[in-house]
């Protein structure tokens, strides 16, 4: 076994090689030694995890934005020093203050946002993918991880599109590069195409047919939070002889949690000739619950589908996917660098992967999610998402039950708007406010019905129906100040 190298870049060994003198290079993260060189820095790196989780105490860390910056200011500077301080205090300083300096989403109190605790076995997975740092832009860079995407990408897009010629997915940074590649292929299928999006949309929408180029988009009402079918049928007979037509509905909206009406949805555009994106960034992965699949009916009948399992997959940043029925869909995507997939390579049999992403350098981000399919299976799976569903579920009998709270509505998925009885938007926002300053809890805000709503977006299977009853305390506590 060949002997690791020791020095600054290792967690032992001195700073000067005592025979010759000179600083021996720091070690690599792949290779044969690799492992070796990573086991003793993964030591002080989770000493750091730690000690950071403790002195931060909670969700948040506490005294706001200022506060925050000087902590981090005071731990790195000088950013670019003249003489290093070694892998050990490097890790050791940074790894603490940026865990202290956390929004930690594996806190029970931490639920503004689709922002997902990551399961550890998905965190390890992450480690090996960032030490080989394979890039899925040729062959010859990542080859076992281009087969593993491959196999990946198509028995998700599977679960997707069922019935599909030839389920196919492409790995994306997530739900905004997913939506964007959806309208770009759509455009590329007609030449041009003109976008209509619910008012409840996620922003990503809009700004795509802006980057595209395309016709502006429409907008369709949606004045319960989801898609209104009149004015969807009104709209399409408006347009109707004016160009090939995209209708995007949402599985899971940003601020509610609520699913268009997917099949009705799908009925209109079949009425109409026009084509349908889904993005159920949020709601897609109900696909692996029993319980909740039912609420994505129609899922399978839309051109391409939007999917991130970095909200209710449980994955590190990023894994997202765009799901399509048929790989051919993929076709406009194709593209040449003679240095990456040249003909002869092709011909010769070697796989194409450029044409996979608009992207060229790219993770491998397909490893994190193979291995959490491996290990806990879709019931495995299921039983996250069922958690989670019912943790909402918890929430929202606990605010309905209590005089000084109003409930919105029960929740579709996970999400939860609620509010103090009484209470002003004004009100609201500053105690929002006042508690992530305070570090004590981290919830975000909708507007919905004209009012201003405290939004509570759970995705911690762990978490309990005390901690729940601790954060309705904390408010009730924090309304009488």
Known sequence: MRTPPTGPGTATGPATDARTGTT????????????????????????????????????????????????????????????????????????????????????????????????????????????????????????????????????????VHPHGPAPDALVTTGGTESNQLALLLARERHGSVRVLYGANAHHSI???AWLLGLPDPVTVPAPAGVIDLAALDEALNDLHGHGPLLVTATAGTTDTGLIDPLPEIADLCAAH???????????????????????????????????????????????????????????????????????????????????????????????????????????GLGELLDRTCAAAGHLADLVDAHPGFELYDRPTISTVLFRPTDATDDCLAELRRTLLTEGRAVLGRARADGRLWLKATLLNPHTTRSDLETLLELLEGSTRR
Not at 87 to 112: I, K, N, Q, S, W
Not at 129 to 153: H, K, R, V
Not at 348 to 367: F, K
């Open 206 to 208: 809009p700004r795509a």
């Open 273 to 379: 000739g026009a084509e349908l994106h889904i993005d159920a960034a949020y709601g897609g992965p109900l696909l692996f619950s029993n319980t909740h699949r039912d609420k994505l009916r129609g899922l399978d009948r839309a051109q391409s589908v939007t999917l991130d399992l970095h909200k209710l997959g449980w994955q590190p940043v990023a894994a997202g996917l765009l799901a399509v029925p048929d790989t051919t869909a993929l076709a406009p995507l194709a593209h040449r660098a003679e240095y990456l997939n040249p003909d002869d390579d092709t011909e010769a049999g070697l796989p194409d992967l450029l044409g996979r992403s608009l992207r060229t350098t790219r993770r491998p981000d397909i490893l994190k999610a193979a291995a959490t399919l491996k290990a806990l299976g879709r019931s």
């Open 24 to 159: 021996p290079l720091p070690p690599l993260a792949g290779g044969a030694d690799g492992s070796a060189a990573l086991r003793p820095l993964l030591a002080v790196v989770l000493d750091a995890l730690s000690e950071g989780a403790a002195a931060r105490g909670g969700p948040m860390p506490t005294g706001g934005p200022e506060a925050v910056a000087a902590r981090v200011r005071n731990a790195v500077e000088p950013v670019l020093p003249d003489t290093g301080v070694g892998a050990e205090t490097a890790l050791r300083t940074l790894v603490r203050t940026f865990t202290e300096g956390a929004a930690d989403p594996a806190e029970p109190l931490c639920v503004a946002h689709l922002h997902c605790p990551p399961l550890a076995l998905a965190t390890a997975a992450d480690l090996a993918a960032s030490a080989l740092n394979p890039s899925m832009d040729s062959w010859d860079q990542a080859p076992a991880a281009s087969e593993l995407e491959a196999l990946l990408t198509r028995a998700l897009a599977a679960e």
